[in-house]
């Protein structure tokens, strides 16, 4: 079921298997999608990545993500575009920028625990319902539904990952991970953020550390690393363009944080991306 309204605003939703899993792998211009497995035993590959899902798990994906399926039982997706209703200029109604999208190099996965899923379920029945009506309330009631959806995703995840209480220190968190995402080709050094954000980089290690996360650094190494392993598989980009498009002066730094980071060079890791996808043809 799709809703596609006068200026080309959509939202797509559909129980999908291995039989229509193929949309997993279309990249739409300026979306966000959301699955939520409703079975065991699923295995897609995310940018080179295997991710196994279980049943009542969901996972946030943006138009970047790269998604190949492997194993697909039943899962329920959902995908919209920003015109029908853009997470950025209405964060403060969801609350989900720099959390469930747009948070550095992080795959946002979520589990429904038991005491929560029927709530879950009765808003897709709301979903599926209102999608058949074509009425002058229908995208209203579309989006009403679309934000509690995602409400709903982020107050799980919040919990998941241990946020700090303080809304002001969750407040910088989220938007620390929304600057990397911006600014992480340009800027690679904690201090560049912490000046945005008007802090020190102390207080960002010690707000860090408060939730037993990842360090600011490791984050900001983390979301170049995962954008030159996009280059460097899906494009035929030479090392040495992917180096200054993701902010290295030289191809010789860029080769040496990406062989510390990845173990082998960049022209390694091409050439074996390379053969893997000759083997699969």
């Not at 939730?211 to 190494?221: A, D, F, H």
């Not at 040496?256 to 043809?281: C, D, H, L, M, W």
Request: hydrophobic share 40%; aromatic share 12%.
């Amino acid at each position: 079921m799709k809703f596609i309204g006068k200026t080309n605003e959509f939202i797509d939703l559909a129980t999908i298997d291995h039989t229509t899993c193929g949309v997993l792998q279309e990249v739409v211009e300026s979306s966000l999608t959301i699955l939520w497995f409703q079975t065991d035993h699923n295995l897609l590959i995310i940018d080179g990545k295997e991710e196994r899902f279980t049943k009542n798990q969901i996972v946030f994906l943006t138009e970047f993500h790269r998604v190949v399926p492997r194993r697909i039982g039943e899962v329920r997706f959902l995908r919209f575009n920003r015109p029908f209703y853009c997470i950025l200029d209405n964060d403060s109604e969801v609350g989900c920028k720099g959390v469930l999208f747009f948070g550095a190099a992080q795959l946002p996965i979520v589990r429904i625990p038991e005491a929560e899923l029927v709530k879950f379920e009765t808003l897709w029945k709301m979903f599926t319902i209102e999608m058949e009506f074509n009425d002058n309330l229908q995208i209203e009631m579309l989006q009403m539904m679309l934000k509690r959806y995602i409400i709903l995703g982020t107050r799980l995840y919040k919990l998941d990952q241990n946020y700090p209480p303080e809304k002001k220190e969750t407040d910088l968190i989220r938007e620390f991970n929304f600057l990397v995402e911006q600014h992480f080709r340009a800027h690679h050094n904690v201090a560049d953020y912490a000046r945005m954000l008007y802090k020190s980089p102390k207080t960002l290690s010690n707000i860090f550390s408060k939730v037993n996360s990842k360090t600011p650094l490791q984050y900001i190494q983390e979301r170049i690393m995962l954008e030159a392993r996009r280059l460097l598989r899906h494009t035929d980009k030479p090392v040495k363009e992917i180096a200054y498009e993701i902010g290295f002066d030289s191809i010789q730094s860029f080769s040496r944080f990406f062989k510390k980071q990845e173990g082998i060079s960049p022209s390694e890791y091409k050439g074996k991306e390379v053969s893997i996808k000759i083997a699969n043809t």
